[in-house]
């Protein structure tokens, strides 16, 4: 991995926090992903089931997480299992866990290769009464892929038919959506990576680039920092390309006098950062540019500060929409009238501002974390407010990652990425 290696101590929290909440005589088990493939012999590039790093730090294929708290024997509470390795796997294929390494990692003392888990699996079984599984319940999944999760799960029902089901997605939510310190230091880091390559965009755009130089730009500074890559698939959109939200195409020149609508960010050891920034091509904003742009920004500093213990997420969306209505106003995009008759399952200010404010990020860009209970302290949120005019030719969308605290307002993980208007026009034109 790029990524300096973890202190285990992050995941032996987060294991005795999961097992703190599990039924008595339960067993918990999670797997890796699969390797997916493209055809003849090639594969996507792997990437680790967030929920099975998160309890175990395993980065690794073909590897699955065992927890039962009440094992009568001590050494079986906590089991890792990992694909044996050899000299033919080192070749081939690099380094991979030894049963040293993977205790190093985890935190984790009892190992086995994967060859041996029917069997262990099968004596736990007979002291456990319930199983839990771990299904994908996010409020965004709609995968239709068959996962290693999926099949494991079929194949445990029918050979232990008579075991309760139980869910640790519940558990996941609650657990996953408060991070830990460590988890904190490591998300700022993929913001600090972000940052660099942000400020080296800003040095390189001008008329005449197009948008996919601007995401080389990026990948180049974000890997000569230890990260994978894109925390996402990066948006690059200029002018109109800016009122399409998921645009990935990244294939037009950027002409002067547009704006270039930039949601890009880094990942760091697993761990999102996602940022937004809208700049102009020219390097200088024009007048009415500027009106929305700093339209923009004050909903983005105002719900800002709406983020604190307490706010139930439903009800502070309520609010963002009522400070973009202000702005809209004030814009001349809606008038009185807009505001009087709109549909109140569909305000008026939707027509500018259709998605929402923030959403959890952390092991996931679009993160675990509970959504109906109150926010709480170290809990992380994006941030983005955006306003899109197609009948303009402009879309401005500014994100930050925010922590929030125990009091006031949250702690910004990207205060340091240049967002003002007269910082960036004097970082573009120097």
């Avoid at 097992?19 to 996507?44: C, E, H, R, T, W």
């Avoid at 601007?214 to 948006?235: C, D």
């Avoid at 109906?372 to 994100?399: A, Q, S």
Wanted: proline share 4%; charged share 30%; net charge negative.
């Amino acid at each position: 991995m790029k990524y300096e290696q973890i202190s285990n101590t992050l995941f032996t929290k987060n294991r005795k926090k999961f097992m703190a909440q599990m039924q008595p005589k339960s067993i918990a088990v999670f797997n890796s992903n699969d390797i997916y493939p493209i055809g003849a012999d090639s594969v996507l590039p792997f990437e680790q089931h967030r929920d099975i790093f998160y309890l175990s730090g395993a980065d690794q294929e073909e590897t699955r997480l065992l927890l039962f708290p009440d094992s009568i024997i001590k050494k079986h509470r906590e089991i890792l299992f990992v694909r044996e390795t050899n000299d033919h796997i080192a070749i081939w294929e690099g380094e991979k866990l030894t049963k040293e390494k993977a205790t190093e990692v985890s935190g984790i003392e009892t190992i086995y290769w994967l060859q041996d888990f029917d069997k262990v699996f099968f004596d736990l079984m007979t002291e456990a009464e319930t199983i839990y599984f771990n299904t994908n319940e996010h409020y965004r999944q709609a995968v239709e892929t068959q996962t290693r999760e999926d099949r494991f799960i079929l194949d445990c029902k029918s050979k232990f038919p008579a075991h309760k089901v139980a869910k640790s997605n519940p558990i996941l939510q609650k657990i996953r959506g408060v991070k830990e310190p460590e988890e904190i230091e490591l998300m700022q880091t993929a913001c600090n990576i972000t940052e660099k390559g942000f400020r080296r965009v800003l040095e390189f755009v001008e008329p005449g680039v197009w948008e996919h130089e601007i995401e080389a730009e990026l990948l180049h500074q974000f890997v000569r920092n230890r990260s994978k890559g894109f925390a996402y698939p990066p948006i690059i959109a200029a002018g109109n390309n800016a009122n399409v939200l998921h645009y990935l195409e990244n294939n037009k020149q950027c002409e002067a006098g547009d704006l270039i609508l930039m949601d890009t960010a880094a990942e760091y050891a697993n761990y999102s950062s996602d940022l937004t920034r809208t700049i102009p091509v020219s390097g200088k904003f024009n007048k009415r540019q500027k009106e929305v742009y700093e339209a923009v920004l004050r909903v983005k500093d105002e719900a800002t500060k709406m983020l604190v213990p307490g706010t139930i997420w439903a009800d502070y969306h309520v609010e963002c929409g009522k400070l973009m209505t202000s702005e809209l106003l004030g814009l001349g995009l809606l008038d009185k009238a807009d505001v009087q008759n709109e549909d109140k399952n569909w305000p008026a200010y939707k027509k500018y501002f259709m998605h929402g404010t923030s959403h959890h990020i952390g092991l996931n860009t679009h993160d675990y974390g509970e959504l109906k209970k109150p926010m709480e302290p170290n809990m992380v949120f994006t941030v983005e407010p955006g306003i899109y005019i197609p009948e303009e030719k402009m879309g401005v969308r500014l994100e930050d990652d925010v922590v929030i605290q125990e009091t006031g307002e949250p702690f910004n993980l990207m205060a340091n990425i240049p967002i003002k208007v007269e910082e960036i026009e004097e970082l573009m034109n120097q």
